[in-house]
């Protein structure tokens, strides 16, 4: 597995995959999404300490994701974005960040459709380490599970809140990789505080597993990264970064993106200082 | 089978923070559904809350100017609050107070759903916030008053096509922000397990009356039941009673639209193929990438790009029959039913109106149609009064 949390608290950070914020000129031409902003992106966040990048594929209904993250689905569905592009994207940063984790994130549908042997073969191919679907829960996951491990990739599952004990430890017995604790109940998106709901799941998860624990929903700033130090092995920051990219795009132009967002994920290694957002 | 399965469809794909909840809500209702005061207090609030039985209504003029086979109206559109939605939220609101659930959201499309909802809110002093696509809104603005009136909250939903598929994305995510103080009334037989049994479960009383009064009538069952599916709530209640008579045909009338092309109609059986959407497996309308296909319907109720997962396996085991409607064909029946019998049915329903103005000519004397009248017009009078002046039909 490569994937790997390098510091003290890993980070994991979320791209929807196709989307240029609030840039107007690189539209999607016929010949297909242009997604080399998010790769420029993805490869200043790597080199800025980003332990693992999540591909976002873009979704019509991003029923678990908030406001942020929606809007950039829509804007990366309407530059053209489809799941072979964001497959294609993954094995451009495999190729150029050999150690960096890549973990493929994207609701059930567009990988169905696909195919799921299909996509497991194709995701494997391109040296993705993992997949999170949100709306896969383990009930229902022995087909997907099963595929996984035939290409040897790690089946990321969720773990809530409100996820009892026999749940977790399903969900533990389910998952590689890392486990992705949800902080909060509710969707995606920045919070001032983060819930004192999340060290209690994260001790609940460690009585089933030895896997490292991501803690993600509502990470914004480095005190909060620092926060989940103290009890877990790595933050997910998303919504911030994809807002910092609409907010950067928009007032500086996209050529200043990758260097807003590496500036930010350094920041969140030194609380307490001025974050870039 | 496992529960909530129906053959390959149902399920659950939800995110991981709606699960306690969903198994929360099986456990309740396994209990309610076998709990005698439960059931005692909804038939009684079916009874003399919401009007049931409901008539089956012999088509007399219907029938004579169609010629062929003989047609009855189940008619739910002479339920309070105009729809069969009420069986349905009067059942699941029970539920919510029976579970210590104060806070109650649901989503609307058409709104008949909204308005059943926030009148068993009302009923049962609870509160109510209503997700509707602002679109929908806009069709169907005298549902939004209503609700309003009924002191439910109204909440416009801006996001997509604005219609009911993104209303029910925003009651999701409003669930699993406030999952554990909030009972979602879900309002048809669709999403997670246990709702499209559930639903099922309290609309199977349209299906349960209208075979005995149709053996009343008749002594006989008929040949066919017609019913229009969106989510499908009135069909699998109207079908369910009915599925081991395995001479009776089944046929559900999905929304033609304006024509063939992806994005112009909502006939999932016809244009859809399996996938997931809002936690069930069944048919989706959705491109070759699996993204959501927008839809369009005349009538708002059926303007919806899944369906309900016993649907799907109806029809892929072919108990059931599905044809579609266009939207000129709709408003003709609307006509068509009101000028013949003087009965105002909702777009919805009219759907089943056409399909049955198409067959029944070719049938015999001897033939009997049941149409399930799902609701009543009053909600589209804007639309009609714009569609049918629009199409110069003011004189059919």
Not at chain 2, 34 to 60: N, V
Request: glycine letters at 10%; a negative charge.
């Amino acid at each position: 597995m490569a994937i790997q949390f390098q510091q003290h608290p890993g980070l994991v950070v979320y791209l929807t995959a196709g989307d240029a914020g609030l840039s107007n000129h690189r539209p999607g031409s016929a010949g297909g999404a242009d997604l080399s902003l998010t790769r420029e992106i993805a490869l200043a966040a790597i080199d800025a300490g980003a332990d693992v990048i999540e591909l976002g594929v873009p979704f019509s209904d991003p029923l678990a994701d908030g406001p942020v993250i929606q809007r950039a689905s829509e804007r990366a569905l309407a530059r053209g974005t489809r799941l072979k592009d964001v497959l294609g994207l993954a094995a451009e940063l495999r190729a150029a960040r050999p150690k960096a984790g890549l973990v493929i994130f994207s609701y059930l549908n567009p990988i169905l459709r696909f195919g799921l042997a299909k996509f497991a073969d194709a995701a494997a191919q391109a040296g993705v380490d993992g997949v999170l679907l949100t709306d896969m829960i383990v009930e229902e996951a022995a087909e997907y599970i099963a595929e996984m491990e035939r290409v040897n990739l790690a089946p990321i599952f969720l773990a809530a809140p409100t996820s009892p004990d026999e749940r977790l430890q399903a969900i533990a017995a389910h998952s590689k990789g890392f486990i992705y604790a949800i902080s909060r109940t509710g969707i995606t998106g920045k919070q001032k505080t983060l819930a004192a709901d999340a060290a209690a799941l994260v001790e609940r998860i460690r009585r089933w597993s030895k896997l490292p624990v991501a803690v993600g929903f509502g990470i914004s700033n480095a005190d909060q990264v620092a926060e989940v130090a103290k009890f877990a092995d790595a933050a997910v920051i998303g919504s911030a970064i994809v807002e910092l990219i609409e907010r950067t795009t928009l007032d500086h132009g996209e050529e200043q993106a990758p260097g807003a967002v590496a500036r930010f994920i350094k920041g969140l290694h030194q609380p307490h200082s001025v974050q870039a957002l | 089978m496992k529960p909530g399965r129906f053959g390959a469809y149902g399920g659950r794909y939800v995110p991981e923070t709606l699960m306690a909840a969903l198994e929360e809500l099986e456990h309740a209702y396994a209990e309610a559904k076998e709990d005698a005061a439960f059931q005692a207090e909804l038939a009684s609030l079916l009874k003399d809350f919401a009007g049931r039985p409901t008539p089956l209504y012999f088509a007399k003029r219907l029938t004579e100017s169609l010629g062929g086979a003989k047609i009855y109206l189940k008619r739910e559109d002479l339920l309070h609050t105009g729809a069969h939605k009420i069986n349905n939220a009067l059942g699941q609101g029970l539920l919510a107070k029976r579970m210590g659930k104060r806070r109650i959201i649901a989503e609307t499309g058409a709104g008949q759903h909204g308005v059943a909802s926030a009148t068993v809110c009302a009923l049962l002093g609870l509160e109510c916030i209503v997700y509707m696509g602002e679109e929908d809104m806009r069709r169907q603005e005298l549902n939004v008053l209503r609700m309003r009136l009924l002191g439910a909250e109204v909440r416009g939903v801006s996001s997509g096509s604005k219609t009911l598929k993104d209303a029910v994305n925003e009651a999701l995510r409003d669930w699993v922000t406030n999952v554990r103080d909030t009972y979602y009334i879900l309002g048809s037989a669709l999403g997670p397990h246990p709702y499209p049994t559930m639903v099922r479960d309290f609309n199977r009383v349209i299906g349960i009356e209208a075979r005995e009064q149709i053996l009343e009538k008749e002594g006989r069952l008929p040949t066919a039941i017609i019913a229009c599916v969106g989510g499908g709530s009135n069909a699998i209640g109207a079908f369910y009673q009915f599925l081991l008579d395995r001479e009776v045909r089944l046929i559900g009338v999905e929304a033609g639209g304006r024509g063939k092309a992806l994005g112009d109609h909502a006939a999932r059986f016809e244009g859809g193929v399996p996938g997931v959407l809002q936690g069930t497996y069944s048919y989706v309308l959705q491109d070759e990438n699996g993204q959501v296909s927008l839809t369009h319907s005349v009538s708002a109720g059926l303007d919806y790009a899944t369906v309900g997962p016993e649907h799907a396996c109806l029809h892929d085991c072919g108990r059931a029959e599905y044809v579609s409607a266009d939207d000129a064909h709709v408003l003709e029946a609307v006509v068509k039913l009101a000028r013949t019998e003087g009965i105002l049915p909702a777009l919805e329903s009219a759907h089943a109106i056409a399909e049955c103005m198409r067959i029944a000519p070719g049938m015999a004397s001897h033939d009997i149609l049941v149409v399930n009248l799902s609701g009543r017009g009053d909600k589209d009078m804007g639309i009609l009064a714009r569609e049918l002046n629009i199409q110069g039909a003011q004189g059919i």
